[in-house]
């Protein structure tokens, strides 16, 4: 057995003394560099932990109808109406209709279109025909300019905020041809195209634009992708073909997001297929803004109603269920806002619900404000006040 003399048994205690009393005094230290850490970066932490309890707590909005000049009177059932700063504008089979906010009428201006068709941005508008040959740019104080076509019939029209129209329409000896206008009616871009273009979407400040187009591969129709430059004729690239009918494109900073009638995914700023998702039911509506997507399916057999949240690019989506069919969706204040027949409920894309407002059942669209929202009926239109949170 070993034998210890007293000193050095007093010896071991003090060093284990002095090791507890370097741990603590090292623990305090770090605990105050912590604290002063906290302390200096308070103005970027604190107001995200002041919102926390605010993000999960859901905003009940009481879904009362406006008053004073509402319900404006829509004659016909067949109209359109968008919203963009601060104006509604109703397009109806011989007018086109702008209102502020309140419902006031500011201007209206007759058209004699057959087929007219509304686009708006920034507070103007494309008004076309249909497979017609003439279109306007436009506002409520003036018409910036009109075009006609000679030979050619537009097929659909595209504006951005910036001011530029896209017009597609039919080509001798190609399927259609894109002409680019810029603010004051100038053609800045030409392109004969060989594909059947389904959409166009501004991107890069009006720059160039994303298009896609339709082909039939192996028995089957897929739409492609293409970047465009209009200081360049020949195409930034052209993505591989999704397996389904593109219906519409919305560009991005990360790329492009393609929703057809039973498949939707994202193209990368690359032009590589980075997410694909195929619907379990029928396609009912969708929205995409600044990258992110909604999209509505309905399954009326298996009565599910799902909602696809994504949240960008490269990202899968997070698939919400509805209480009854969907029927309209928009992308405002990076929200999903998704209208059953009964309400109109806000999520974030992680697919927590924000807000929410009960509506009758007699309404099939709307669009959304900074505070209201914009109810379309059968031949009128109501408005209520929405709070997201983030107005």
Request: net charge negative; glycine share 8%.
């Amino acid at each position: 057995m070993p034998m210890y003399d007293a000193d050095d048994i007093v010896d071991v205690k003090n060093r284990k003394k002095r090791r507890k009393r370097l741990i603590k005094m090292s623990a305090i230290l770090l605990l105050l560099c912590v604290i002063a850490a906290l302390l200096f970066t308070r103005e970027k932490w604190l107001p995200k932990l002041r919102g926390i309890g605010k993000q999960y707590q859901t905003i009940v909005n009481s879904g009362k109808l406006a008053e004073g000049n509402y319900p404006l009177e829509v004659g016909n059932p067949d109209y359109q109406m968008c919203y963009s700063v601060k104006k509604i504008m109703v397009l109806s089979d011989t007018y086109l209709y702008y209102y502020d906010i309140d419902g006031t009428l500011l201007k209206k201006r007759q058209h004699a279109y057959n087929k007219p068709m509304l686009e708006v941005a920034n507070g103007r508008a494309l008004v076309y025909e249909s497979g017609g040959n003439e279109y306007s740019f436009e506002d409520e104080e003036e018409v910036f300019y009109s075009k006609t076509y000679d030979e050619e019939y537009i097929l659909f029209a595209r504006l951005s905020s910036e001011g530029y129209t896209a017009a597609v329409t039919t080509c001798d000896n190609y399927s259609c041809r894109l002409w680019v206008y810029d603010k004051k009616g100038r053609l800045v871009y030409d392109r004969k195209c060989i594909e059947h273009v389904s959409d166009v979407n501004f991107i890069d400040g009006s720059a160039g634009c994303v298009l896609s187009y339709i082909k039939a591969e192996n028995g089957k129709l897929t739409t492609h992708v293409q970047e465009l430059d209009f200081k360049e004729k020949k195409e930034k690239w052209t993505s591989p073909g999704l397996n389904t009918l593109g219906l519409e494109i919305r560009g991005s900073s990360e790329g492009a997001f393609v929703y057809g009638l039973d498949a939707c995914g994202y193209v990368d700023k690359s032009g590589q297929i980075a997410t694909f998702y195929t619907y379990d039911g029928e396609f009912a509506d969708a929205a995409s803004m600044s990258g992110r997507s909604v999209v509505l399916v309905n399954n009326k057999d298996a009565r599910k109603y799902t909602a696809a949240l994504f949240a960008g690019s490269g990202e899968d989506p997070v698939v919400i269920d509805l209480d009854s069919p969907g029927m309209d969706a928009t992308v405002f204040g990076g929200l999903a806002l998704i209208m059953t027949k009964d309400k109109i409920n806000a999520y974030d894309f992680d697919g927590t619900l924000r807000s929410t407002a009960s509506i009758s059942d007699s309404y099939t669209g709307f669009v959304k404000s900074d505070d209201h929202i914009f109810l379309k009926g059968y031949n009128k239109i109501d408005r209520i006040d929405y709070d997201t949170g983030n107005n």
